[in-house]
């Protein structure tokens, strides 16, 4: 029996004879068979360089002159940031100054009314010019004061409570304050001085409060350091002007920038004396005018006709008449500048002070 191997090699034998027998006659017949000349296989040239970096060239070119013109637009952009900041520097400071403008012009017209002053204080807190004062009849001295803080201004109670007293000068002293004018009217009894009718001391009522009378008018500070004053019947009345220190007395001269009727009793009694007045100006600044006299006999001094027309004069909003005579007293750094009548300092309840 034949394997399986010997008909395979038989079946491949039969299946290459016809081949093996053309390759017999091939060679018999003196044919020498070759393998075709194919030659060798093309060249393919290499990829241009010149061809690829040319565009790469042209794009590098274009990015740099738009850089380029990036930045010049930049420091264009740049220059115009700096001349535009530079304009509205300029802009803000003359606005600043057109700002201030009305202001120093409006003062500089009151301030000439006044005349040159003879002597200045000038602080973070205020600016106090202290000038004279001078009439056919009377002399004095007018304080004008701009307040810049709340604690440019108070109003002193002697010994700190009702029944003390002291001088202005002393309550400059104790307070160190750069100027003191008398204040408010005073009442003695059992040996002690008590400010006269409704008084305020740092927000307080001092004694109460006590509805107008007669004349008597209430005068002072409120919390943002504008003069109030007038008669009030009323004690919400003044509450509602937040009143901050203040005294009364009598009467009121100028009201709105009107010169009021002076009481009947008040203008010959007395008819001239050293007198003390208070008021303001529209931008709030203070005017305390200290007027002096020989005596209170009514031979020398002013009359309270004659102070309206000093406020009037000197522009003022508001006047109002505080406590005169032996009272009337002006200290300005240290010293007692006017020459109160009594010929020697009088011991008051209350006292205006100024602190630099």
């Not at 395979?8 to 003196?30: E, K, Q, S, Y």
Request: with cysteine; net charge positive.
């Amino acid at each position: 029996m034949r394997t399986g191997v010997q008909q395979l090699n038989r079946t491949v034998l039969l299946a290459c004879a016809p081949f093996l027998g053309m390759l017999i006659w091939l060679c018999a017949a003196g044919v020498k068979p070759e393998a075709p000349d194919i030659g060798p296989p093309p060249e393919t040239p290499p990829p241009s360089l010149a061809g690829y970096a040319r565009p790469q060239a042209q794009s590098l070119d274009t990015a740099a002159k738009t850089a380029k013109d990036i930045s010049a637009s930049v420091k264009r952009v740049s220059e115009l940031y700096a001349k535009t900041n530079q304009s509205m520097s300029a802009m803000m400071k003359t606005a600043k100054a057109q700002v201030g403008r009305p202001g120093t012009i409006y003062d500089r017209r009151i301030s000439i009314r006044l005349g040159y002053p003879r002597d200045s204080v000038q602080s973070g807190n205020l600016t106090a010019q202290l000038y004279g004062i001078r009439a056919q009849h009377f002399s004095g001295y007018a304080l004008k004061v701009r307040l810049k803080s709340d604690k440019a201004m108070s109003m002193a109670l002697a010994g700190g409570k009702p029944g003390s007293s002291e001088t202005t000068l002393d309550a400059v002293k104790r307070t160190g304050a750069i100027a003191g004018v008398n204040a408010g009217g005073f009442a003695d009894q059992g040996g002690k001085r008590y400010p006269l009718s409704t008084t305020v001391v740092g927000g307080e009522y001092v004694t109460g409060f006590e509805p107008s009378f007669n004349d008597l008018f209430f005068v002072g500070l409120n919390e943002q350091m504008k003069l109030i004053g007038g008669k009030y019947t009323d004690k919400s009345k003044l509450d509602k002007e937040n009143p901050k220190f203040g005294a009364s007395f009598v009467p009121v001269l100028r009201k709105n920038g009107v010169n009021l009727p002076i009481p009947a009793k008040w203008r010959t009694s007395p008819l001239r004396a050293p007198r003390t007045v208070i008021a303001n100006y529209k931008d709030n600044q203070i005017l305390m005018m200290v007027i002096d006299g020989r005596g209170e006999d009514g031979s020398s001094g002013a009359t309270l006709e004659e102070l309206q027309i000093l406020l009037s004069r000197f522009g003022t909003i508001d006047g109002y008449n505080l406590d005169g005579g032996g009272s009337s007293t002006l200290v300005f750094k240290g010293r007692v500048v006017n020459n109160p009548s009594d010929g020697r300092l009088r011991r008051l309840a209350t006292n205006f002070l100024f602190f630099k």
